[in-house]
């Protein structure tokens, strides 16, 4: 269980890092976007920089989820709820959680939803 939380603790704050680099990216495009005409669909400087802004913007989202799942992760190894299937109880495999530490199912239940 030591070895999970420090796993989960390195992917935290490498994803809390990975963020708020993709936040000032985000900031430095809607920055960027202000000096341009962005909604002007005929200017080609425009479009790339709302088109990379909706980029970052996803993968911002998507280091939110993934931070969200770790923290929930941590939260589970504090009430020692950790590595238990959600769905059937069971718990789930070292191995998965090896390659998924935010698995919530075991590979069973997983395949099943
Ligand atoms: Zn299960």
Redesign the pocket.
């Known amino acids: 269980m030591t070895t999970a939380g420090s796993l989960l603790e390195a992917m935290r704050s490498q994803t809390a890092q990975r963020l708020a680099d993709l936040r000032g990216d985000y900031r430095g495009f809607v920055e960027a976007s202000k000096d341009t005409n962005a909604d002007d669909e005929h200017d080609p400087e425009g479009a790339t920089i709302a088109f990379e802004r909706s980029q970052v913007g996803a993968l911002v989202l998507q280091a939110e989820a993934h931070l969200a799942e770790i923290e929930s992760a941590v939260a589970r190894l504090d009430d020692g709820t950790y590595g238990v299937?959600a769905?059937?109880g069971?718990p789930i495999p070292a191995e998965r959680l090896e390659v998924r530490p935010t698995a919530t199912?075991?590979v069973?239940?997983a395949a099943r939803c």
């Open positions: 299937c769905v059937c069971r199912t075991c069973t239940c």
